[in-house]
């Protein structure tokens, strides 16, 4: 069973950055699918950064050139680095992992994914 624990979530002001961290408990070199999620009360589960086996990246439209994300397999770490926070981007975020292969294809989900239990994030105007 594969754990995942994030941190680095807080409360910052509007223009501030936070880096969240997820530490996986399996090494995370080739096998792994990992991205970061955020869910914000009353909304739907929302993906905004997605790392591939290989290191590639892929960040939604709604945080690109704010958030950025990356991993260090030998830490067995992933990484959520935030800048330009706004309110809107208040929400608890997850981090999660897939073993699936092909990894820009599916959709994270609760039957295949290893999921976080969350950090807090709280952007105040």
């Known amino acids: 069973q594969v754990q995942l624990v994030e941190s680095g979530g807080g409360s910052v002001q509007a223009g501030g950055s936070l880096r969240l961290s997820c530490a996986v408990s399996?090494?995370?070199?080739?096998?792994?699918?990992l991205a970061w999620f955020r869910q914000a009360p009353g909304k739907e589960r929302e993906e905004v950064a997605r790392?591939?086996?290989?290191?590639?990246?892929r960040h939604p439209g709604s945080v690109a050139g704010r958030f950025t994300i990356s991993k260090d397999n030998a830490k067995k770490a992933l990484y959520l680095q935030m800048n330009s926070l706004q309110p809107e981007d208040t929400a608890m975020y997850y981090c999660?992992?897939?073993?699936?292969?092909?990894?820009?294809?599916?959709?994270?989900?609760?039957?295949?994914?290893?999921w976080g239990q969350g950090t807090q994030v709280t952007v105040s105007s």
């Open positions: 999660a992992a897939d073993f699936r292969r092909g990894c820009w294809w599916y959709v994270f989900d609760e039957t295949s994914s290893y």
């Open positions: 399996e090494y995370i070199d080739s096998t792994y699918c």
């Open positions: 790392i591939s086996e290989t290191g590639s990246t």
